[in-house]
């Protein structure tokens, strides 16, 4: 039989004892006792005394920690002979959570103000940085971004060493270099300016500013290599926002322009086919607005759970109900006002009226609700103040894809060969065979129906009310002259580009200015080139 050596043996009984050492320092680490200073500093000191140990105890982490940072918030922490304990459900126990035998009534509970409320966001955000959820990290790190002190550093390093995410990442790192802006070391203050200068918040420029003032003649800054890198950064930091807010408005002028094209496309069919200047063509886009909202009460009281996904619903209802109101006034009134522009344009403008007044008796004169779906809450930020909103980019995106349908219609079906045809010249596409009043009644119905979709669009980012169609009839008008009548090309280039010019001038000279400086430039641009920016081609284009 084989012996067992005596250093086998003897490994086999420390063996054991090593584990069990091991799991205690594992345990007494994840405990990390708060120190004992801090506690009576937070028992016994004022309440700027209490925020310095909140900070220190943030800093120091552990279970322990946030136990006290907790109870402290809930006003159950208080002191009992000199020691800090916790009250809680009718028991006292010290923060290590061993049960105290004393009655609650014997403690004196520590006083909490907004100053100290404030510390303990901070020391939670301390603590949270170090949170297996990535979502408490990041709401932690941006709270630290504001809050963050001298104490904490040790923390936002330790942080820095140990954080996967970039997007956390560079927000410690922010924090971090804030709190060594007032370092008395020069390196120090120079590792922050330059980290500083990664930034596209301009908040932080103003951070860096003091770095290149002077008070009576001498620098803030005494040492030269950090005002240049702080000039870097500043000037880096610049370069970033500009980019950014030019991105920002160059995304808004399309928002902009994707809603003028919606209400356009429209307006542009039923213009070329037929002529007529329809007036109450804003108020299509309201009978598509309040359609989105009748099949939201009709999703919330009968499909609740499908409730954000009405807006997919309200496509084809916006469409359906736009288009029967197109009918309705081309078969009753229209029909009988082709070749007479004036009284056509007089009597869609009073039919304008009926429909707004229909609204205000039907839904009343207030505007209503239309919650926006939870997935296109919220949106993408670019930078600090630069966000894309996911509405407008949807509604961007909706756009197109109503474009690329009215593209197909119109060039590759027999109505829209139908529709060419008698844009281009009804007298000899009726002689042709072409049924020109069925092809009026069909475009001008499609042409309502593309309005009431710009409605289910408009119904997402504005109020929907009575009288919201009245103020986008002479903008989609400019879009329809300026593009050039009947052509699809046009009313994009032109919907998207004054959607985009509105917003620069808007900027620059404010919403009135530039309203009038945009129709000074198509007044100007038709009496240069009255076709628009895109003409009808064939022998009979200048009829």
């Known amino acids: ?87 809680r459900d009718g028991r006292v126990t010290d923060v290590g959570g061993a049960v105290v035998e004393a009655a609650p009534d014997a403690v004196d509970l520590l006083r909490v103000n907004n100053r100290v409320r404030r510390a303990l966001a901070t020391a939670n955000a301390a603590l949270d940085l170090s949170a297996d959820d990535a979502t408490r990290r990041l709401a932690a790190a941006q709270t630290l971004r504001d809050n963050a002190s001298e104490t904490l550093l040790p923390v936002l390093e330790r942080a820095l060493e140990s954080e996967q995410d970039d997007a956390i990442r560079e927000i410690v790192l ?108 804003g108020e299509l886009l309201m009978v598509g607005a309040y359609a989105t909202f009748v099949v939201q009460g009709l999703f919330r009281a009968h499909l609740p759970e499908w409730v954000d996904w009405y807006v997919v619903a309200a496509i084809p209802a916006g469409f359906l109900a736009a288009a029967a109101v197109g009918v309705v006034m081309e078969r009753s009134v229209l029909r009988f006002l082709y070749g007479r522009p004036l009284e056509s344009l007089l009597a869609t403008w009073g039919i304008s009226l009926v429909l707004i007044q229909a609204a205000r008796v039907v839904f009343g004169p207030q505007n209503v609700e239309l919650a926006n779906p939870v997935w296109m809450s919220g949106g993408v930020e670019l930078a600090a103040g630069v966000v894309l909103p996911w509405n407008r980019i949807v509604i961007l995106g909706f756009a197109a894809f109503v474009l690329f349908l009215v593209w197909l219609m119109m060039n590759r079906t027999r109505l829209g060969m139908f529709v060419r045809a008698v844009t281009q010249n009804r007298a000899m596409a009726g002689c042709v065979g072409v049924p020109t009043a069925r092809v009026d009644t069909l475009a001008f119905a499609i042409g309502a129906g593309i309005a009431g979709l710009g409605g289910v669009a408009l119904s997402q980012i504005s109020n929907v009310g009575p009288a919201m169609g009245t103020g986008y009839i002479v903008d989609s008008f400019m879009v329809v002259v300026l593009g050039g009548v009947g052509q699809l090309a046009g009313a994009v280039w032109a919907a998207m580009g004054l959607g985009i010019v509105s917003k620069f001038l808007e900027g620059w000279a404010g919403a009135v200015i530039a309203k009038i400086l945009v129709l000074v430039f198509i007044i100007a641009f038709i009496q240069k080139r009255p076709q628009g920016i895109f003409a009808l081609k064939g022998r009979f284009a200048d009829n």
């Open 1 to 87: 039989m084989k012996r067992t050596s005596p250093w086998a043996q003897r490994a086999w009984l420390i063996l054991p004892l090593l584990a069990a050492f091991l799991l205690l320092a594992a345990a007494g680490q994840a405990r990390a006792a708060v120190d004992e200073g801090a506690l009576q500093q937070l028992a016994t000191g004022d309440f700027g005394a209490r925020i310095a140990a909140i900070e220190a105890i943030g800093a120091g982490g552990g279970e322990e920690a946030r136990r006290v940072i907790a109870a402290l918030g809930a006003g159950e922490l208080g002191v009992l002979d000199g020691r800090v304990v916790i009250v």
């Open 174 to 281: 922010l924090a971090a270099a804030k709190v060594n802006l007032n370092a008395d070391d020069p390196a120090k203050r120079l590792k922050a300016v330059t980290a500083l200068g990664e930034s596209s918040d301009p908040a932080v420029k103003a951070l860096l500013e003091p770095f290149m003032a002077q008070d009576n003649g001498t620098w803030r800054e005494p040492d030269a290599l950090v005002r240049e890198a702080a000039a870097a950064s500043i000037a880096a930091i610049e370069r970033r926002v500009a980019v950014a807010q030019n991105i920002g408005t160059v995304f808004s002028g399309l928002s902009l322009g994707s809603i003028l094209l919606l209400a356009a496309l429209g307006l542009a069919i039923t213009y070329g086919v037929m002529g007529v200047i329809n007036m109450a063509h």
